[in-house]
């Protein structure tokens, strides 16, 4: 599979950024190939670096084939035949909860396997391909929109500056998860920087947390997701990181969720598939909680499942009024 770099993104907006970070991409490519995963065992087939995870899923990363430095492409291996994004299969309807695990695990290891790693943090300090692909667009994006929340925004900013722990994929998402039968891969790395992992843990979890809120009615089943995933990322990484740093970024990841469930109803990478009432409670959700951070893990998810109620509760209004 061949990859090229866009100055222009594809969204409405104006929103550029150097073709430079493909080498990025590669960058951080090379380094999970030794960090995160296991060395694949004999049976497996080569072409990709491969770890056995204890859902049962097989997780694995592209392999670098060759670089066109001139042309900004490079070729990496590809995922097999009949693949799909894990987004798909959750607009689908389909709520895994062994690939949820299997993303805990993934997200955790990458964090455990460079946490406060100096090597690392020299190699992939530079964040300017971060700001240009996430915090602008994202973060102050919604202070542009929501002058009201300039303040605790810029708090927000000034955090992830001050908790640079580990090295950060900054697009860890459902629709960069390849998934097949007994098989997940991670792809898109090419704003991976050594920095808080807070951002990664809210980024992924706004995306659980919006198809919850948009299946409604299946609450129950699309937030076990989230619940999976946050805890095999806990069991991953709180061992190596200690008690006091683990509440720390509890919080941090929190206040980040807040900030991206805003961003992506009002960020310039808005997500496509909410209704106006939909996106009128996320709105409603996050912006308190981005003024006053929930300080756990239950707080947080008490304040969705509060937001998911009154959806449902929209809903059935609507249809007794037709």
């Known amino acids: 599979m061949l990859k090229q770099a866009r100055p222009q993104?594809?969204?409405?907006?104006?929103?550029?950024?150097?073709?430079?970070?493909i080498w990025r991409e590669v960058a951080v490519l090379r380094l999970c190939e030794t960090r995160l995963v296991d060395p694949p065992p004999a049976a497996?087939?080569?072409?990709?670096?491969?770890?056995?995870?204890?859902?049962?899923?097989?997780v694995c990363l592209p392999r670098i084939l060759f670089e066109d430095r001139e042309q900004y492409v490079f070729a990496m291996t590809a995922a097999p035949l009949g693949h799909s994004t894990w987004k798909q299969r959750l607009l689908g309807g389909e709520a895994d909860i062994a690939t949820a695990a299997a993303c805990g695990r993934i997200l955790g290891r990458l964090h455990a396997s460079t946490w406060r790693d100096e090597d690392v943090e020299r190699d992939f300090a530079d964040r300017q391909y971060f700001d240009d692909l996430r915090l602008d667009p994202y973060y102050r994006q919604v202070s542009r929109v929501h002058p009201e929340l300039a303040s605790p925004i810029a708090e927000l900013l000034d955090s992830l500056s001050a908790h640079p722990r580990c090295l950060v994929h900054g697009d860890f998402s459902p629709k960069n998860l390849l998934v097949w039968p007994g098989g997940l891969m991670l792809i898109d790395c090419e704003v991976g920087h050594f920095g808080d992992p807070a951002f990664d843990l809210g980024f992924f979890l706004t995306h659980l947390a919006l198809k919850s809120l948009h299946f409604a009615t299946r609450f129950a089943d699309f937030f076990a997701l989230a619940e999976s995933f946050w805890r095999t990322y806990r069991d991953t990484l709180a061992p190596v990181v200690g008690r006091d740093e683990w509440s720390a970024?509890?919080?941090?990841?929190?206040?980040?969720?807040?900030?991206?469930?805003?961003a992506r109803v009002d960020g310039k990478s808005r997500v496509e598939y909410l209704a106006p009432e939909e996106a009128a409670i996320v709105r409603q959700l996050a912006k308190p909680l981005i003024e006053q951070p929930a300080a756990t893990w239950d707080a947080m998810a008490a304040s969705i499942r509060s937001a998911a109620l009154e959806r449902v509760a929209g809903t059935r209004r609507h249809d007794a009024a037709r």
């Open 249 to 262: 970024l509890e919080r941090r990841a929190n206040h980040n969720w807040a900030a991206c469930l805003l």
């Open 44 to 58: 497996i087939g080569a072409g990709t670096a491969n770890g056995e995870w204890r859902s049962g899923l097989s």
């Open 9 to 21: 993104l594809r969204v409405p907006d104006p929103w550029f950024c150097s073709v430079e970070r």
